[in-house]
């Protein structure tokens, strides 16, 4: 028998309308504003604060149906060592020292080879060549969208790769056993 393997994969969700972000914290300080205020008042706690509830949540599904998922799969060994021996440390840069390598650069070419496909919210691929398209996308990013992508990257191929446990799903089916 031949073992073979696939190697790890993560998902990077990107909204692709900043806009909703902002609507968004506006319409959730609006809503915990006048949420706090029903507390006292139970008059209020009908139709305004409802109203208030529902354009959070149209909000979030509009921000659902904006968003993306790239999914990051690690490369394998090889390739990754090649980009680090190609990528040494800046001297005197703490953060490369720890890591081993110029997070920097390393990055700008591990992130696309990285890339293995994209998918609207209903599971549909996307036309998306990373060797093309990824350039021009990343540099409208903000750090922290681009900060997302680094950190997969980072997962997928440096990052520990035991079976994962979850505690709060173990609980939920003993105590359903227990019934």
Not at 12 to 21: A, E, N, Q, R
Not at 46 to 57: D, I
Not at 100 to 117: D, K, Q, T
Request: glycine residues 4%; negative net charge; charged residues 30%.
């Amino acid at each position: 028998m031949s073992l073979t393997i696939k190697r790890p994969e993560t998902r990077v969700p990107v909204c692709l309308d900043g806009d909703l972000v902002a609507a968004h914290e506006a319409a959730e300080a609006e809503f915990v504003a006048a949420r706090a205020r029903s507390l006292g008042d139970d008059r209020l706690n009908g139709g305004p604060l409802k109203a208030l509830a529902q354009r959070v949540a149209d909000v979030e599904a509009e921000m659902k149906a904006a968003t993306v998922d790239f999914l990051v799969r690690g490369l394998k060994r090889s390739a990754w060592n090649d980009l680090v021996a190609a990528h040494p440390p800046r001297e005197g840069n703490a953060l490369d020292k720890s890591y081993g390598f110029n997070l920097e650069s390393l990055m700008v070419e591990a992130i696309p080879a990285c890339i293995a496909s994209v998918e609207n919210r209903e599971s549909e691929a996307l036309p998306f060549d990373p060797a093309k398209d990824w350039d021009p996308l990343a540099d409208d990013m903000t750090d922290s969208q681009y900060e997302d992508f680094v950190m997969a990257v980072l997962r997928v191929n440096k990052g520990r790769n035991e079976v994962p446990f979850s505690l709060s799903a173990y609980r939920t089916i003993q105590a359903s056993d227990q019934t």
